[in-house]
């Protein structure tokens, strides 16, 4: 049986020298099991999702399966299996040579979003912040969204209010207005 340039069978075992038991599919994988039936067949045996072979066979970059814990798609890559929606958030731009928007460039962001989030990132690695008082409570707001607080009288110091899980920062915010006042003065909506 011939088998695609560049890939050689093994002398006494048969077998291609890509391993049909790998957690990331290449073009290798494709192109062997495109000529070997048994090949296939063994990648088959060793993923959870058959369907992801049949689309790596055809040619696909991406093949139904269950869904994602994070965002709910069922679209996932044939490559490592991962959330395909989430792995195109977790893109970059990507600019051109001119400084121009790639082509053909999937992104959940524009340019003038990423390029904000990279300065409001910068700004506060450089220390910049400002600071709000109300009561015996104090906070730091930084240019991310991040907002630290501190209380002397009921022992509450926190690096990142996001941190606090919701239900906590409730029973914080009915229980000290203060708080909720700051809050307010930093942007965070409280409705």
Known sequence: MAG????????????????????????????????????????????????????????????????????????????????????????????????????????????DGHAAILDAKRREATGEFYRIDVGDWSARVYPTGRLAVHCHKQHIDTSDLRAVPKGRLFELGTANPELVEIMRRAGWSVD
């Open 4 to 111: 695609p340039s560049g890939y050689k069978k093994g002398l006494n075992s048969g077998a291609w020298h890509v391993s049909p038991f790998a957690k990331k599919l290449t073009r290798r994988h494709r192109d062997v099991a495109r000529v070997d039936t048994a090949f296939a067949q063994a990648l088959r045996a060793q993923t959870l999702y058959p369907q992801r072979i049949d689309a790596l066979v055809a040619g696909g970059t991406y093949f139904i399966g269950n869904p994602c814990k994070r965002c709910g798609s069922v679209k996932r890559r044939v490559f490592d299996c991962g959330c395909w929606s989430c792995k195109q958030a977790m893109r970059p731009i990507v600019l051109d040579g001119r400084n121009r928007l790639a082509k053909g460039w999937l992104s959940v962001r524009s340019r």
